[in-house]
Structure formats: structure tokens, C-alpha cells
């Protein structure tokens, strides 16, 4: 089996830049990075990974951290995420370690687990919350991390994110141009996260451009009274974009209950949901998350974490239309 020294040797490179070469070490160039590991396959090469995290005090992981979510285990638009990300660790002989719960307290327990028992010190976050715990615990500790979503204002770190604003105007200017809509409204939750905003802008913005009246439609949670309500005080409202999928279906639900001879054509967004639950009049913005999941495994391993990272971002491109809905 093939030495690190074999490598060095085969190359005409010192030891000590095959082994940081191997372990990703920005001080390495990107290029040279990418010929040693070639040649280290070629040769046969396999990483002592035990040897590597006693010197290194890092485990060859990466902590996911799942959002307090009930919708997160049957969500399509994660299961992307992670087969994104698995496949740039495989890449790189890391493995992805999940971080999930029912409870902050859970996950932060969770996480602590990892940092200080399992010595990992990479971790990318499914989600971007603001005031967050677990992202408050992160900042605090040696450790580097991503998230898939953007920062709140005021706040910055590195994020893999889509370009929402615009995905908010493509959804709105689909449903006009498309499908013949003339009185879109915008549905949100009212958590207020970062997507959501800048969703609920490129709603406006293309409202403005158009001339249209926009009407914006904070979703109650667990409240169907007050979302029929809405619903009958809108007889014109013919299309809804809607902040993410289970927000859209449920307008589109409440919708046809009351108006089972009407059309509505609603615009949602992660393609999350399974065929069987949506017919020809919902949509879905495809946000690639296979894509997102791979480009934050990269920004973490490459992303430069120093005092001038703090902004850097990857942003992934959205599908609009009949490329973006799955096939069955």
C-alpha cells in the first residue's frame, strides 16, 4: 500500500506538502491540491484517519445540523441537500455526522456532543435562523461552519444560498406571463426568515413593474378560519405565490374547499412536495438543492475562513416551469 513518502517521492515534493495537499491545507495550491490526490489514487493510497485526527484533534466528519422542524423528516427538498453533500464528502474521505431534534435544547445537546466528544469542527447548517442558538453555540467555538440560506441583516458568515429575490420575481412573472394569472397574491409565514423576504421583494418589485396591486398574506399558524377569511376577502385573487410548498398547498387546499369550481394556479417554491398531493395547477420553483448541498460542502473545505470570509456566499441558480417539476 502507498506511503504518503511514496506519494512525495513519485511527485518530487516534500512530505509535509503531499500531507497538506492531502488534507486540504489552503496554504496548498488549489491545482497542486487536486494532482496529488490524483496520484495518490492512482497509487493506492488510503488515509490513516486515525493517525490523522490524534494530530490534527479533527474528526474526518462533518456535523449536518437539521432544523427544529416537523416537516423535516419527509421533506424531499433536504433529502437533495444531503445527497449533495454526501457525495462532495465522499469526494474528500469525510463523512456527514446529523444533528437533529425535536427541541433547540435537543440539537444543541446534540452538537455539543459532536464539538467536544467526536471532535468534529466542521458543520453546515440546513437552515439560517435569526437569533439562533445553535448558531450563537458555533460562533463560539474553533470550529467552522456554513449555512444553506443567508444571514439575517446584521449578521455574517459563510452561506450557500439561491438568488431569492430573483426566485421571488420568476414565480410571479410565471404565474402572469404563463399561466394567464391577474391578481397574484404573496403568502408567507410570519417567522420572518431571510428567504422569505427577499421572496416576498421580487413579489413587489415585479407586482410594481406591472402595475399591479400587491397584496401580501401573512399565514396564520393552525388557524383555517382566518385563512378562509382572507380567501373570501379576495374574490379576485386568481394565483398565489407562496413562500415555500406547504405554505402554497395549504391556500391551494383552503382554496378549493371553498371553491371547488374555481381555478387558482399557485407558485411554490423547494419542490419538496410528492407528486400525489399537487395536480396541474401547482407549481414548484426548483431550487437544486443537490447543487446547494455540494456547493456548501465546498465553500467549507474552500471557502478561505478568515477575518476577510466573512461574507463569502455561493449562490445557486432556481428553475422555473416545466423543468422544474419532477418527473413521475
Same mark, same amino acid.
Given at each position: =500500500? %502507498?506511503?504518503?513518502?511514496?506519494?512525495?517521492?513519485?511527485?518530487?515534493?516534500?512530505?509535509?506538502?503531499?500531507?497538506?495537499?492531502?488534507?486540504?491545507?489552503?496554504?496548498?495550491?488549489?491545482?497542486?491540491?487536486?494532482?496529488?490526490?490524483?496520484? %495518490?489514487?492512482?497509487?493506492?493510497?488510503?488515509?490513516?484517519?486515525?493517525?490523522?485526527?490524534?494530530?490534527?484533534?479533527?474528526?474526518?466528519?462533518?456535523?449536518?445540523?437539521?432544523?427544529?422542524?416537523?416537516?423535516?423528516?419527509?421533506? #424531499?427538498?433536504?433529502?437533495?441537500?444531503?445527497?449533495?453533500?454526501?457525495?462532495?464528502? $465522499?469526494?474528500?474521505?469525510?463523512?456527514? /455526522?446529523? %444533528?437533529?431534534?425535536?427541541?433547540?435544547?435537543?440539537?444543541?445537546?446534540?452538537?455539543?456532543?459532536?464539538?467536544?466528544?467526536?471532535?468534529?469542527?466542521?458543520?453546515?447548517?440546513?437552515?439560517?435562523?435569526?437569533?439562533?442558538?445553535?448558531?450563537?453555540?458555533?460562533?463560539?467555538?474553533?470550529?467552522?461552519?456554513?449555512?444553506?440560506?443567508?444571514?439575517?441583516?446584521?449578521?455574517?458568515?459563510?452561506?450557500?444560498?439561491?438568488?431569492?429575490?430573483?426566485?421571488?420575481?420568476?414565480? $410571479?412573472?410565471?404565474?402572469?406571463?404563463?399561466?394567464?394569472?391577474?391578481?397574484?397574491?404573496?403568502?408567507?409565514?410570519?417567522?420572518?426568515?431571510?428567504?422569505?423576504?427577499?421572496?416576498?421583494?421580487?413579489?413587489?418589485?415585479? =407586482?410594481?413593474?406591472?402595475?399591479?396591486?400587491?397584496?401580501?398574506?401573512?399565514?396564520?399558524?393552525?388557524?383555517?378560519?382566518?385563512?378562509?377569511?382572507?380567501?373570501?376577502?379576495?374574490?379576485? =385573487?386568481?394565483?398565489?405565490?407562496?413562500?415555500?410548498? !406547504?405554505?402554497?398547498?395549504?391556500?391551494?387546499?383552503?382554496?378549493?374547499?371553498? !371553491?371547488?369550481?374555481?381555478?387558482?394556479?399557485?407558485?411554490? !417554491?423547494?419542490? /419538496?412536495?410528492?407528486?400525489?398531493?399537487?395536480?396541474?395547477?401547482?407549481?414548484?420553483?426548483?431550487?437544486?438543492?443537490?447543487? =446547494?448541498?455540494?456547493?456548501?460542502?465546498?465553500?467549507?473545505?474552500?471557502?478561505?475562513?478568515?477575518?476577510?470570509?466573512?461574507?463569502?456566499?455561493? #449562490?445557486?441558480?432556481?428553475?422555473?416551469?416545466?423543468?422544474?417539476?419532477?418527473?413521475?
Amino acid at each position: =500500500m %502507498a506511503t504518503i513518502r511514496d506519494i512525495a517521492k513519485q511527485m518530487g515534493l516534500s512530505v509535509s506538502t503531499v500531507s497538506r495537499a492531502l488534507n486540504d491545507n489552503q496554504r496548498i495550491s488549489e491545482k497542486t491540491r487536486r494532482e496529488v490526490k490524483r496520484v %495518490a489514487e492512482q497509487m493506492g493510497y488510503q488515509p490513516n484517519y486515525n493517525a490523522r485526527n490524534l494530530t490534527n484533534q479533527e474528526a474526518n466528519a462533518v456535523g449536518v445540523i437539521f432544523p427544529v422542524n416537523n416537516r423535516v423528516v419527509d421533506n #424531499i427538498f433536504y433529502v437533495g441537500l444531503l445527497r449533495g453533500i454526501n457525495e462532495q464528502l $465522499t469526494e474528500r474521505n469525510y463523512v456527514l /455526522s446529523i %444533528a437533529i431534534g425535536n427541541t433547540t435544547e435537543q440539537v444543541l445537546d446534540n452538537v455539543k456532543s459532536m464539538i467536544n466528544r467526536a471532535q468534529i469542527k466542521r458543520f453546515i447548517l440546513l437552515y439560517s435562523h435569526i437569533n439562533d442558538d445553535v448558531i450563537k453555540l458555533l460562533r463560539q467555538q474553533p470550529v467552522e461552519f456554513v449555512t444553506i440560506g443567508k444571514p439575517a441583516a446584521g449578521q455574517k458568515w459563510l452561506y450557500v444560498d439561491n438568488d431569492n429575490i430573483k426566485a421571488g420575481a420568476d414565480g $410571479t412573472n410565471y404565474l402572469i406571463d404563463q399561466l394567464h394569472v391577474q391578481n397574484p397574491v404573496f403568502a408567507e409565514s410570519q417567522n420572518g426568515w431571510p428567504y422569505e423576504l427577499d421572496r416576498r421583494e421580487g413579489y413587489l418589485q415585479a =407586482m410594481h413593474r406591472r402595475d399591479k396591486q400587491a397584496v401580501v398574506f401573512s399565514v396564520p399558524e393552525n388557524d383555517e378560519q382566518k385563512v378562509n377569511q382572507f380567501i373570501r376577502e379576495h374574490p379576485k =385573487m386568481d394565483g398565489v405565490v407562496a413562500t415555500d410548498d !406547504y405554505t402554497g398547498l395549504r391556500i391551494y387546499n383552503r382554496y378549493k374547499a371553498l !371553491y371547488p369550481d374555481k381555478k387558482i394556479e399557485v407558485v411554490g !417554491y423547494n419542490n /419538496s412536495l410528492p407528486n400525489e398531493l399537487t395536480d396541474q395547477h401547482f407549481h414548484s420553483v426548483d431550487l437544486h438543492p443537490i447543487e =446547494m448541498g455540494q456547493a456548501a460542502v465546498k465553500l467549507l473545505f474552500e471557502g478561505n475562513h478568515g477575518k476577510n470570509s466573512a461574507s463569502k456566499r455561493a #449562490i445557486v441558480a432556481h428553475s422555473v416551469g416545466e423543468s422544474a417539476k419532477r418527473s413521475g
